[in-house]
């Protein structure tokens, strides 16, 4: 089979190139198409309760996660010229196309009772600019007198007012909302260096905004260092550039495939798949690396360009396929998460690792077809001392320290899983972002000023049609109960609801007096209701907080970024308290918001990433069963994998790096690689086995380890140095899954090379000779020439 493919590589070889040519302007065509997702990532299935909540307060209210918020903290608050700036930066951003409304001192408004029509009026408290300091006086007493205002735009003791900004739902969800953000920090920025103070920007709009901008920067930046560090280690094992030249430009129609077949999938970049274009580099070189290493191996034995490379085909194709199935499968079990954004992630890397082989299959042969037949220079890294010495070194261990081998494994593995005890499991909303990172520091700001700027949702749904007034309004005070009982909670903001409509008003009922704001008697309550009836302008302001038919209505908090564990105890406290309170009542209370499904969808994912971990260690078990045919050696093979994981976690736990979702992703990927030595190893071990039937195992396992040792140490370096790029991202789980693969396929390759090969001598009597030879029909039958034998040095001290 794989001698007839290079047959017909090597005579259509314009053909292929051609073909090759022809597809990669298509991807490359598709690929100009693709765009950013400006979507918030849904991470909760469709039948989860959480979800199905969150969907219908969305249906009766809108988009939760609209509003951003612009904060300031000064002593010139309600200075006259600080002031008029302040009113003139809210009418400009009002002003600014897809903003829906603002909310701010400079256009906030008073309720007055007109005694003589018995009707309420809506009247701005700011109609022009202030002329006078006396005049920002009484306009800072009047704002003083409205408990309205506290703790939602201004904070009186901390000196601090904030900007609600409402976005249109339209232009939330599309990259509109980049160009609205940059317009509004624009205004700020002007404002900000006019007073010399620092503005503070924040809510979920500007969040994800510059989450996305730093996806969109860092795709480029990591795609680009890729490139760099992979032509460097490859310039310094081969000292070729045509090799650095070729290697790149394999892996670079490899990016340009995955991002073709993402845009035909309809699928977008997120923060994931935004990492897809450094992947494909980093985990296709390695590909490059074997054929090319095997090609100079077989060149220094033959001296015939195109028998090494017939051989190199023949030898290496089959072995980096199941290779690049078991790193195709690392990223394929993310379809099990039921979780769009790493179904799409998972699906596009897996189908795109493939096709980079397959690309790396058909150009390799024919690039070196056509390049001159390699000199001393390039294949001087085939005898090269320093890696051919620390190869021997193994092998010298492997042949005679079996048991300080297994002792020094055992005593890692031990920690490993002591420290695997200490890892804790959450996550926040910012998770990601390092913690002098402004947009990490703005939140901050408004949790300290304002107590948070998260969103938090309770709908209470009645039932029936006028439902929140009906039997004598006991919802409106059971509402009033509840948020008495929420105050209690220092994680949550003074809330935004039905009855906090009704203490403005009644305070304005009142006469304006400040002890009136409250939620009245019975009694005062209707005759409430008949004079709001007729208040122009007034349904404007809450009508967002219940429904037409005044059957569901709504509390709006804002909350602190206090992580999943600490929102699932307080929801757990909160819920019985909030039954008790309503108990007796047809109405149904729930908990929702954009930031409790997310930390909700936090937990959702690490359960599901588990379970994805297990099935990618039966399916590569599944894998590595149709190739050797014997639960023995899948057994054994399993080992070398599953260590460097057990190793990565226990650092996990003592450099206190917690399970989320960024760094539960690293174990699918990385023992997906880690399993591509182990099939490289024992392939070439049974094929030496099978076509050599005078050597040892000893001596099988000496060929092995010093024939596969040069490229495995080779690609353990490429892929430690590319992923160790991710150590420059802005996101934490990105450096955290840079640092933890890099560390995962340093073991492995430890492991793979060292532990493995010992297994194999140890285990020679329990797993026969024979049951190797016959355990795959999946290797073709090749007539591939045996190396000639290498007996092992075996000094005194052999242990096993």
Wanted: contains cysteine; glycine residues 6%.
């Amino acid at each position: 089979m794989w001698k007839a493919l290079t047959r017909s590589l090597l005579r259509n070889r314009l053909a292929y190139i051609s073909v090759v040519l022809l597809l990669t302007g298509f991807f490359g065509y598709h690929a100009t198409k693709i765009e950013l997702s400006y979507n918030f990532a849904k991470i909760l299935p469709e039948q989860d309760s959480s979800y199905i909540a969150y969907q219908q307060f969305k249906k009766y209210f809108g988009e939760d996660g609209n509003v951003m918020a612009v904060g300031v903290k000064s002593d010139n608050i309600f200075k006259k010229d600080f002031f008029n700036d302040w009113i003139k930066l809210t009418k400009e951003i009002k002003s600014t196309g897809g903003i829906k409304d603002v909310l701010s001192l400079g256009n906030a408004y008073d309720f007055v009772f007109d005694d003589s029509l018995e009707k309420f009026n809506v009247v701005p408290l700011i109609n022009k600019p202030v002329l006078s300091e006396e005049e920002v006086k009484g306009i800072k007493d009047r704002i003083n007198s409205l408990p309205f205002y506290e703790g939602v735009i201004y904070n009186k003791k901390e000196k601090s007012t904030l900007l609600a900004i409402t976005f249109n739902e339209k232009e939330l969800n599309s990259s509109r909302r980049l160009e609205i953000v940059d317009s509004i920090k624009t205004y700020c920025e002007a404002f900000s260096k006019k007073h010399a103070t620092e503005m503070h920007y924040s809510g979920m709009p500007y969040i994800r905004s510059a989450v996305m901008k730093k996806v969109s920067g860092e795709m480029k930046l990591f795609s680009l260092l890729a490139i760099i560090v992979t032509a460097i280690v490859l310039w310094f094992f081969f000292r070729s550039f045509s090799t650095v030249i070729f290697s790149l430009l394999v892996v670079i129609i490899g990016v340009i495939w995955a991002l073709g077949i993402m845009h035909l999938c309809g699928y977008k970049i997120t923060i994931l798949s935004g990492l897809l274009p450094p992947l494909i580099i980093v985990i296709g070189i390695p590909n490059c690396i074997f054929f090319i290493n095997r090609y100079h191996r077989e060149y220094t034995k033959h001296n015939n360009k195109i028998k090494s490379i017939s051989r190199m085909v023949e030898t290496m194709a089959i072995t980096l396929f199941l290779a690049n199935i078991t790193t195709a499968i690392g990223f394929a079990v993310l379809y099990f998460t039921n979780t769009a954004l790493l179904v799409e992630f998972g699906i596009v890397s897996a189908i795109n690792v493939l096709v980079t082989y397959l690309i790396t299959l058909v150009l390799i042969p024919i690039i070196l077809s056509f390049l001159p037949e390699p000199s001393l220079k390039h294949t001087k890294h085939v005898e090269g001392k320093r890696i051919n010495a620390f190869i021997a070194f193994i092998d010298h261990l492997v042949q005679n320290r079996r048991k300080h081998i297994y002792i020094v494994t055992g005593i890692i593995t031990a920690l490993g899983l002591w420290g695997m005890t200490q890892v804790s499991v959450i996550g926040f909303v910012v998770d990601d972002l390092p913690e002098k990172d402004k947009v990490y520091t703005d939140l901050k700001f408004f949790e300290s000023n304002f107590n948070g700027i998260l969103p938090f949702e309770i709908t209470v749904d009645t039932k029936k049609p006028n439902g929140v007034f009906a039997d004598n309004a006991q919802i409106i005070y059971k509402i009033k109960a509840l948020e008495k009982i929420i105050a209690k909670y220092p994680e949550f903001s003074r809330p935004l609801s039905i009855d906090e409509g009704i203490k403005f008003s009644y305070q304005a009922f009142r006469g304006g007096d400040t002890k009136y704001y409250m939620v009245p008697s019975i009694g005062e309550l209707k005759k409430l209701s008949d004079f709001s009836a007729t208040v122009k302008g007034q349904e404007n302001k809450f009508t967002g907080y219940i429904d037409t038919a005044k059957q569901v209505t709504r509390i709006s908090y804002r909350m602190q970024d206090i992580g999943s564990k600490k929102t699932k105890e307080l929801v757990a406290d909160l819920k019985p308290k909030i039954d008790s309170l309503f108990k007796g009542t047809d109405a149904k209370v729930s908990m929702t918001g954009h930031s409790l499904t997310f930390l909700k969808g936090n937990d959702y994912l690490l359960n599901n990433l588990i379970e994805s971990l297990l099935i990618e260690i039966i399916l590569i078990a599944l894998v590595g069963l149709a190739l050797f045919r014997s639960w023995k050696i899948i057994v054994l093979s399993k080992l070398p994998c599953l260590i460097p994981l057990v190793i990565t976690a226990g650092v996990m736990g003592f450099m206190d790096i917690r399970f989320k979702p960024s760094t539960i992703l690293i174990f699918s990927i990385a023992f997906g690689i880690a399993s591509d030595g182990t099939i490289y190893f024992l392939t070439r071990y049974r094929q030496e086995l099978k076509n050599n039937k005078l050597i040892t195992v000893p001596q099988a396992i000496s060929i092995c380890v010093r024939d596969m040792g040069v490229s495995m140490v080779y690609t353990a370096v490429i892929l430690f140095s590319g992923f160790s790029i991710f150590i420059w991202s802005s996101f934490g789980g990105t450096v955290a899954l840079g640092v933890l693969i890099s560390l995962t396929l340093l073991v492995s390759m430890c492991t793979n090379l060292v532990l493995l090969p010992a297994i194999l001598i140890s285990l020679s009597n329990v797993i026969s000779r024979k049951e190797i030879e016959e355990s795959n029909a999946v290797i073709p039958e090749e007539d591939i020439e045996p190396i000639e034998p290498i007996e092992p040095v075996v000094d005194s001290g052999k242990d096993d």
